[in-house]
């Protein structure tokens, strides 16, 4: 089954304390195979998930959880499921009028009716009308691990989860999209609700840039995610402002400098050429302007050649899927069109962002 982005953020959101509420995750001490014998089991995992086919669906398919969460975000989640929950997987709680009590979790709702999976994972559907009550609790159906697993099993466990990664390879095509004309929307760009709106903080937390990176913000705009990026570099990091317009680098410039940041680098770029400097980069990030080059293949070879081995290059941009994004279909792209452009080039995708509500965000490493 082919898997979509819409896919990766329902599965995410559905179970996983999301990676904005963490910091740096931990290393991973646990030994994999042990952690798969634990899931199958003395955990009972595969009572409520599906793995490679094996399993239920009371809950999500874990089979690609190790490129949605992080280790921090993994432990959280075994240890107390209840701490963040998408209101989509809150505990459904219907009573009878006979005083019997259902819990499950909702698979469809009209006014008149409701439809749930209950806790043996059986489907059953009720009429309001037959109901006494019918809520939602802002819990989780399922159980924490903390007294479940010990310390070490918890590791091994993570450890395990990490290592499920199965995600079907995109196949070589030619690209057909229409490429879109380059934006100039400052109020948009510059919006005061839009960290609310698409929780663009928690996407450069999740990136876990460490203290004295380099990386580099292409399409940089008004500096709107430039200054952000220099914050979480340190001082002893450095970023790269690219943008193929100067009046832009001029506002992103003054943003960081009303941000009290010096660790940033204007640079004008071409349409064919970021000017990065080579095996340099330990990130860049490229955040809604992917869909404006006219000639992506041509830049993103080059950001191939400027990264470190095991560098990391960010894709942002609203997702076609999504009908709430906020851009017209020429500024949305579509799951499969940024991997099938990206995949081929010499990236490998590493993690999805499925936490973000209305665009795709994808990691990938040089391959």
């Known amino acids: 089954m082919r898997r979509s982005a819409l896919?990766?953020?329902?599965?995410?959101?559905?179970?996983?304390?999301?990676?904005?509420?963490?910091?740096?995750?931990?290393?991973?001490?646990?030994?994999?195979?042990?952690?798969?014998?634990?899931?199958?089991?003395?955990?009972?995992?595969?009572?409520?998930?599906?793995?490679?086919?094996?399993?239920?669906?009371l809950g999500p398919d874990l089979s690609w959880i190790g490129m949605l969460r992080p280790a921090a975000s993994l432990r959280n989640s075994l240890l107390d499921p209840d701490a963040q929950v998408a209101s989509g997987f809150?505990?459904?709680?219907?009573?009878?009028?006979?005083?019997?009590?259902?819990?499950?979790?909702?698979?469809?709702?009209?006014d008149r009716s409701i439809q749930i999976n209950d806790r043996a994972g059986e489907r059953r559907s009720f009429l309001k009308s037959d109901l006494k009550d019918l809520r939602r609790d802002r819990r989780s159906l399922m159980p924490s691990y903390a007294s479940t697993f010990s310390a070490a099993e918890v590791d091994h466990v993570v450890a395990y989860l990490g290592t499920l990664r199965s995600i079907d390879p995109v196949e070589p095509r030619e690209r057909t999209r229409s490429i879109s004309t380059v934006s100039e929307n400052i109020a948009f760009f510059n919006?005061?609700?839009?960290?609310?709106?698409?929780?663009?903080?928690?996407?450069?937390?999740?990136?876990?840039?460490?203290?004295?990176?380099r990386v580099a913000d292409i399409g940089a705009g008004t500096g709107y995610f430039t200054w952000r990026l220099a914050q979480h570099a340190g001082p002893g990091g450095r970023v790269i402002a690219v943008d193929i317009q100067q009046h832009m680098l001029d506002l992103a410039a003054e943003t960081v400098k009303q941000h009290g940041l010096a660790n940033v680098d204007y640079v004008l770029?071409?349409?064919?050429?970021?000017?990065?400097?080579?095996?340099?980069?330990?990130?860049?990030?490229?955040?809604?302007?992917?869909?404006?080059?006219?000639?992506?293949?041509?830049?993103?070879?080059?950001?191939?050649r400027s990264l470190k081995p095991g560098g990391r290059l960010v894709i942002v941009e609203y997702a076609t899927e999504n009908t709430f994004a906020p851009a017209s279909s020429l500024h949305k792209m579509s799951?499969?069109?940024?991997?099938?452009?990206?995949?081929?080039?010499?990236?490998?995708?590493?993690?999805?962002?499925?936490?973000?509500?209305?665009?795709?965000?994808?990691?990938?490493?040089?391959?």
Not at 337 to 364: A, K, N, Y
């Open 191 to 213: 919006r005061p609700e839009r960290d609310a709106e698409e929780r663009s903080d928690a996407l450069v937390r999740a990136l876990e840039i460490r203290d004295g990176a």
């Open 269 to 304: 770029g071409r349409e064919s050429d970021p000017r990065l400097p080579e095996r340099s980069l330990d990130m860049v990030f490229i955040a809604y302007s992917y869909h404006e080059f006219s000639q992506p293949e041509t830049i993103i070879d080059a950001v191939r």
């Open 7 to 57: 896919h990766a953020a329902a599965i995410g959101l559905a179970w996983l304390v999301t990676v904005a509420a963490q910091g740096a995750p931990p290393a991973v001490a646990g030994d994999p195979a042990t952690g798969k014998a634990l899931v199958e089991g003395k955990g009972g995992c595969l009572a409520c998930h599906s793995i490679e086919g094996r399993g239920r669906r």
């Open 90 to 110: 809150f505990t459904v709680v219907i009573e009878t009028t006979t005083g019997r009590k259902i819990e499950g979790v909702a698979l469809h709702e009209d």
């Open 335 to 367: 799951f499969d069109d940024i991997r099938t452009e990206i995949e081929p080039i010499g990236f490998d995708l590493e993690r999805i962002l499925d936490f973000l509500p209305m665009q795709h965000g994808l990691i990938f490493t040089v391959r």
